[in-house]
């Protein structure tokens, strides 16, 4: 990118960048003498990539260094991290982490939280925020202000079927695809038990909406939700249709075609996977529309996507040279690069009216399927559980609205208990996985034992394998397990789970 972003110019001006300064000991700035080029310099970075995107990303630093004017030339280590994990370890160690990576939406906030984030300035935000889909824009933004720069708008769902057991006629509608698949003996895989992020769907198709609300420092502060309405009602009715069918399957895996799904709802990272193991017989398609009441709902999904994060500098230098790179590593021809290479589906407005792109089957549906999507935004880390566990109680009321409405109460009493949780419960740490009998599905209890150390206040009988984590105020938005995976117990024995803190990360340690 040759264009040199006022706002950055304006900071590099203010601390006198043009002359040579005293960066971090990671930088050695070079011919920065020169008042036109007040960014020229080499920088040593760190940089986060999933593995398929690792050579790609060395490949667009490299064309960076020789195709940029300002004299900025990057050395840069590059480390296969997925996006999935990248805000986990990062906030583990932010000062140990890269200085520009990238991530998944839904860790924004608590990267934003715990200082992991170096926003934009007001005038690259506003450009960056014109060129690429609204959606993701607001999934990097807090009131406006973007504090990641968009990459890619691919990380949402749809339909993939078995032309052999499901009619193209029968797509559109969820009884049609129930009736074939049970007629079939094949599985309608739909992560609806198990996932929050795809139990969404049925409430989304019927207008309700969950709108979490933060204040500027990134801080949760309240919650617009109505799954628990008159709508919520209608979708819980079209989910039962599904969760009680012998052939539902509650997963997302395109792999489940071998092990006899005939319709799996996930999304373009399985495209490769689904074509090699269906071959001609691979159908793509929206999600279908259920019907309740004489009434036909089209069903909704998340819009996800993939952001990329520049860390907060003490060389304002070498901070406004990452967010150059930054800006360079998301621009149009970057993003098309990687549609071209890996096939992910551009955040670029340009890119996405590209020919290539709109040609391709699975982009093509996906964004076709957005058009009933609602934007991933903000989302509190307890919401997750809160909400994964909606079908388990649709499924379990029979399908009788009594039932139903218990169900939607249920949900709604934890999201309430959620903004009822004092101080002292929402710094308190607890214990969650595969632990006691549960599934990652109850939080156990912590006590505090020092200044930086909890003990949890059962013992449990763990075998070797199992796998829990800590976390902290029943919610994802912080937790510590080992580095960025689950903790996983070694051996067989009865245990005390400690958790010793230091700073942003901790140790996790079994006592018998």
Known sequence: MKKVLAIVLALVMVFGLAACGNGGGNTTPQNNTADDKPLAGTYKIKVWAAENNQDLTKKQIDDFNKTNDMGIVIEATVEPVSEADAGTNMITDIEAGPDIYWFAQDQFARLVNAGALDKLGTGASKTVAEANDPGVVAAGSINGQLWAYPATSDNGYFMYYDKSVVPEADVKSLEKIIADCEAAKKYFAFEAQTSAWYLASWFFGTGCKSEWEMDNDGKYTGVKDDFNSANGLIAAKGMYKLVSSPFHLSSSKGA????????????????????????????????????????????????????VGVKPQTDPKKGAALHQL????????????????????????????????????????????????????????????????????VKASGGTEEGLKKALQNYQDKIDALFAMSEEEKNAWTVIGAVAGSNWDKDFEMKKEGENVW????????????EFKCRQGKNWDVSIGNGGDNYKVEADGTYTIVLTLSGDSGTITLEK
């Open 256 to 307: 489940e075609f071998e092990s006899g799904a005939a319709v799996v709802v996930t999304g373009m990272w399985d495209y490769d996977v689904v074509q090699k193991i269906l071959g001609d017989n691979m159908g793509v398609a929206e999600l279908p529309s259920f019907e309740v009441d004489g009434k036909q709902y089209h069903l909704g999904s998340f819009n996800g996507c993939k952001l």
């Open 326 to 393: 930054a800006q360079y590593l998301t621009d149009y021809d970057r993003q098309m690069e990687r549609f071209n290479t890996l096939s992910w589906g551009p955040a670029n407005l340009k890119a996405q009216s590209d020919d290539k792109v709109k040609a391709n089957p699975g982009l093509a549906t996906l964004f076709a399927q957005n058009a009933y999507s609602q934007p991933q935004g903000q989302i509190h880390g307890s919401w997750w559980d809160i909400g994964k566990v909606i079908a388990d109680d």
């Open 455 to 466: 003990k949890s206040v059962d013992k449990f009988d763990l075998k070797a394998g199992d």
